[in-house]
């Protein structure tokens, strides 16, 4: 399996979610998605601005993003040898600004495995982890 600690540098892993410092802003990274997703023909099921929502209420926030996607071929399989992973499912980036800086952060493949009893080891699993690998060295790459 992918360990993200050393696959992508100055990634850290906490409560089963991976954490990765940003140096641009967290609208310059979440925009890049959409059209990484779609290069990889990965659908996108949603886009989350959590800024925007608590605006809209009259309440302010710091930047937060979520996008969510997936591949059914990829997540049933997932889904059959443990219904409860559907909570984790699609799979999803989080953008957000905090005191510490600019972050995307997101699930542990190996972690959602484990939590609901799937198999860790599984030809699911390690797509899922290929998956988020491509997707962040994307998104962090330099145009």
């Known amino acids: 399996m992918i360990r993200w600690d050393t696959a992508i540098t100055g990634s850290n892993m906490e409560k089963g979610l991976y954490h990765l410092h940003v140096r641009q802003t967290v609208e310059c990274r979440i925009d890049r998605l959409p059209t990484i997703l779609n290069n990889l023909e990965i659908p996108v099921f949603s886009t989350v601005d959590h800024k925007a929502n608590a605006v809209s209420i009259g309440l302010g926030m710091k930047v937060a993003w979520v996008v969510s996607f ?74």
């Open 70 to 143: 997936g591949n059914p071929a990829t997540g049933t399989p997932l889904m059959r040898q443990s219904p409860e992973t559907a909570v984790e499912l699609p799979l999803k980036i989080s953008a957000r600004k905090s005191i510490a800086g600019m972050f995307l952060s997101w699930s542990d493949p190996t972690w959602i495995a484990e939590r609901f009893d799937a198999d860790p080891d599984s030809e699911t699993i390690a797509k899922m982890c290929k998956i988020f690998e491509t997707i962040i060295r994307k998104m962090l790459e330099t145009y």
